[in-house]
């Protein structure tokens, strides 16, 4: 039966496909005791479960062949470790169950590994990873992690972080719905960087059963599940329509009587900028560098490992503008070994600028490696630090980038309220300001912008959002300097255009949204998105603030 939930739309798109849910942490098994008489059967259960898990991981190493063929099989050895399976027979022959004795004996032998050196201590996860699996089929639940699928999926999940997206294969995912999670979450982010719809904040997504077709509509956010066949061929076409309408524009950002309004991309590295040049991004205007750190949250990868990375940006956009955030780390991106484990809220703790002062090699390193990468290249590159407070913070990051000998224009993100009211001071310091309108709202609204719950605070069509906006472009247009928006209200066409009203001079998004944005702008002249832009701030709620928009744009 044809059923509809609605969610949040955070990227545009349709997806049709069968449901995978992402895997949760496996839970600990019951202690429970079983009748001496069960343990046979339990014992070919947990036999049973080991080599299907072992095959499993055989078959996919032949599929993916080389590096990954030989830590998948080593992972099938470990699964079928004589020692380990014996261990598993003679708990369960004591009274524990299958899944019981699979995790007790696992966890023996990873205490073992994990006192035994370097080498085997860096196995553990691997261990962890076949442990997982084994006891998630004895307990008939999901695999933990990404779905393991040949076949494209939607991915299902409560929500989603960086360190469970990078292994996500972007050929097999057609779109995101999370229960969590508002328009500026991680999950959000990612769909937009991927390219794929996305409905984000959607009760009861984690209760859809595996397997269901859904047709995700990532513009209006709604989820129909088991959609007839009529249903879907009406979403393809109208799919493919508004895909030919985007594919025929082109150029530059600009208002329709030519006022020049920058659509610049985000990316996380490298492996995003051939989406960003295929959506005609003009340049950068916010890398996301804390990706390159996500790989290894030990340490951080070294000054040749970065300037390779920045340089493979800085190159694709030869004579462009490429805005480089050093490190975010921390709250909702932690990294092991600069983020306190033990703050009470992340969220409001050492993160961004914060850790990197207090960590200033960290900082000194990813500057020269910038200043390395860019040497030669006719880039106009800009340096901006996240999180940043207030003018002595601007200060400390702007001495920081001539102490490293960089030759870019510093800038400041303006995350946080104090930074936007006090714009003017913060600029004295600075050349340029980057509001990060996903941070913005959420310590303007106190809403933590990765519970779902709080998606209508997080709105960044909020007016009190829009007037922090508004005030900081004035005091960037009045020093001469510009400002640009690269949280995720820039992705929204209807809102891009209220933004250029209030005087933001470029906007950077996942590059899937450039085109939207571009066909918006192009409509409208100046005076109309001023015109929005007022209408939108007289209103007193985000709903009240996008319908004024509307009106005034549509001349009702
Ligand atoms: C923001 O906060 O708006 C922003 C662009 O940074 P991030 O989403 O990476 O925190
Ligand atoms: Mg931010």
């Known amino acids: 039966m044809e059923k509809t939930l609605h969610g949040v739309g955070v990227s545009h798109g349709v997806a049709i496909g069968q449901v995978r849910h992402m895997g949760t942490a496996v839970l600990e098994p019951p202690t429970t005791q079983i009748p001496t008489e069960d343990a046979p059967r339990e014992q070919a259960r947990a036999q049973a479960a080991v080599e299907a898990v072992a095959a499993d991981l055989i078959a996919r190493g032949n599929l993916a062949g080389g590096e990954a063929q030989a830590v998948l099989e080593a992972q099938a050895l470990m699964a079928q470790d004589p020692e380990l399976m014996a261990d598993v027979s003679r708990r369960i022959a004591v009274g524990s169950s299958a899944e019981r004795g699979v995790y007790d004996a696992f966890a023996a032998y990873r205490a073992l590994l994990a006192s035994a050196g370097e080498y085997l201590a860096g196995r553990v996860a691997d261990l962890d990873d076949v442990r997982n699996r084994i006891v998630a089929r004895l307990l008939g639940v999901p695999m933990p992690g990404v779905p393991d699928s040949d076949e494209p999926y939607v991915l299902f999940a409560r929500d989603l972080?960086?360190?469970?997206?990078?292994?996500?294969?972007?050929?097999?995912?057609?779109?995101?719905?999370?229960?969590?999670?508002?328009?500026?979450?991680?999950?959000?982010?990612?769909?937009?960087?991927?390219?794929?719809?996305?409905?984000v904040a959607l009760p009861g997504a984690t209760d859809v059963a595996e397997g269901t077709v859904v047709a995700v509509d990532g513009s209006t956010g709604d989820v129909l599940l088991d959609p007839s066949q009529g249903k879907q061929d009406e979403l393809r076409a109208i799919a493919a329509e508004r895909k030919a309408a985007l594919a025929a524009s082109s150029g530059p950002g600009r208002t329709s009587d030519g006022h020049r309004v920058p659509l610049l991309a985000n990316v996380g590295g490298p492996a995003d900028v051939p989406a960003a040049l295929a959506n005609g991004a003009e340049g950068v205007g916010l890398f996301r560098t804390e990706f390159l750190f996500l790989d290894d949250s030990a340490q951080a990868p070294g000054e040749e490992k970065q300037v390779e990375a920045y340089r493979k940006v800085l190159e694709a956009f030869p004579e462009g503008r490429v805005v480089v955030r050093v490190l975010d780390a921390g709250a909702d991106k932690p990294l092991d070994f600069l983020t306190p484990a033990d703050e009470p809220n992340p969220a409001l703790g050492v993160r961004g600028l914060r850790t990197l002062l207090e960590h200033p090699e960290v900082l000194a390193t990813q500057l020269r490696a910038l200043a390395k990468a860019a040497e030669g290249l006719p880039v106009h590159l800009e340096v901006m630090a996240p999180m940043v407070?207030?003018?002595?913070?601007?200060?400390?990051?702007?001495?920081?980038?001539?102490?490293?000998g960089l030759d870019a224009k510093f800038g400041a993100m303006v995350e946080i309220p104090s930074a936007a009211l006090r714009a003017r001071a913060i600029l004295q310091e600075v050349e340029f300001l980057s509001l990060g309108t996903n941070d913005l709202a959420q310590y303007t609204f106190a809403a933590d912008r990765q519970v779902g719950a709080l998606a209508r605070l997080q709105d960044p069509w909020q007016p009190a959002l829009l007037d922090l906006v508004a005030s900081a472009a004035e005091a960037a247009r009045v020093a001469g300097k510009s400002c640009g928006v690269c949280g995720e209200a820039a992705s929204d066409p209807l809102l891009a255009v209220v933004l250029t009203g209030l005087g933001v001079t470029s906007l950077s998004m996942g590059s899937a949204s450039i085109p939207y944005v571009r066909t918006a702008l192009a409509k409208y002249t100046l005076a109309q998105c001023r015109r929005a832009a007022e209408a939108a701030r007289a209103a007193d709620s985000a709903e009240e603030a996008r319908a004024a928009a509307q009106q005034v744009l549509s001349g009702e």
Not at 185 to 191: N, R, V, Y
């Open 161 to 199: 972080a960086p360190a469970d997206t990078a292994l996500l294969d972007p050929t097999l995912v057609l779109g995101f719905v999370t229960e969590e999670g508002g328009p500026t979450s991680h999950s959000a982010i990612l769909a937009r960087a991927l390219g794929v719809p996305a409905v």
């Open 389 to 404: 407070a207030d003018r002595k913070d601007a200060a400390d990051f702007a001495a920081a980038c001539r102490e490293a």
